[in-house]
């Protein structure tokens, strides 16, 4: 565990009722490499929203219904390539973040067993800047 | 092995006359199928886990206006398919409670193509 997620860990809120109170949100980053076409990226990201609502929602469900009833905060950015959602999901799973990885059936565009999206969260906003922050939005 | 008839499938109908850029268009289509699911995992539940189950196959189709939308909500009505109408928030590029998306199933993919037989894929080019 790196310093910071140690730091974070014993500093940050524990999970409990006030969850409704703090703004939540999931963010889908998208690999970017795979030059993927708009209905296409759209497509990827239901994938990933439905893959986390039912696999978050096993684990962490009194935090994604209370994403749900914040009105299912989602933003979509970019990672340049699947190297660097590998890194955004090991930083992710460091900071006790919520993950679920897409990949391709390959019907359509593009060769199948791609890495197409990389779901963290719902989490906090704050947690999840952390992580994904610096990257642009699509 | 599923014949095509008993396939299953999802559709999303993208307003058009939107500029939305494509991040915000994925983010409203997500809307529409995590809306979808919830609904059919309680009133559909079979047919939602066959779903999950073989891909969870996902199209994005293109709608005109939100006069389009509206119309193909009252058919989904009219023939009782789930679906759901995605109001944005209005917190970024459209104003609040602009309709962007309509989301429609899980359902046999024969019942979405005769409905949907005249709408363009979204997004391809």
Redesign the interface.
């Known amino acids: 565990m790196g310093f910071r997620s140690f730091l974070h860990r014993i500093t940050a809120p524990k999970l409990s009722k006030s969850v409704e109170n703090h703004p939540l949100k999931l963010v ?1 980053v ?1 690999n970017h490499s795979l030059g993927m ?15 986390t ?2 696999s978050a929602g096993s684990v962490i469900p009194h935090i994604v219904d209370a994403w ?1 009833a914040q ?2 905060k ?4 970019k990672a340049v390539d699947e190297q660097q959602m590998n890194e955004l999901s090991i930083k992710a799973k460091q900071a006790n973040l919520h993950i679920s990885k897409t990949i391709d ?1 390959g019907h359509t565009q593009i060769p199948k067993g791609s890495y197409t999206v990389l779901a963290i969260g719902p989490g906090y906003e704050a947690e999840v800047d952390e992580i994904t922050g610096h990257l642009s ?2 | 092995m599923l014949s095509v008839d008993d396939q299953l499938s ?1 559709a ?1 109908l ?1 307003r058009n006359d939107l500029e939305m ?14 809306d979808c ?2 609904q059919a995992r309680k009133s559909i539940p079979q047919i939602f886990e066959m779903w ?1 189950n073989t ?2 196959r ?3 189709l293109l709608a005109l206006d939100e006069e389009d939308i509206l119309y193909w909500k009252e058919k989904c009505v009219e023939v009782g398919l789930v679906h759901s109408i995605v109001r944005d ?1 209005g917190r970024t590029e459209v104003s609040a409670e602009t309709i962007t998306v309509l989301g429609v199933g899980p359902a046999h993919k024969t019942s979405l193509d005769d409905l949907f037989s005249n709408l363009d ?5």
């Open positions: 889908l998208i076409k708009k209905g296409k990226i759209a497509a990827q990201v239901g994938h990933a929203s439905v893959q609502l039912l749900l009105g299912q989602k933003v979509c950015v059936a939005l699509l | 999802m999303l993208v850029t494509p991040g915000k268009v994925a983010v409203q289509c997500a809307h529409a199928a995590v699911s919830l999950r891909g969870s996902k199209i994005c928030a894929l979204y997004g391809v080019e």
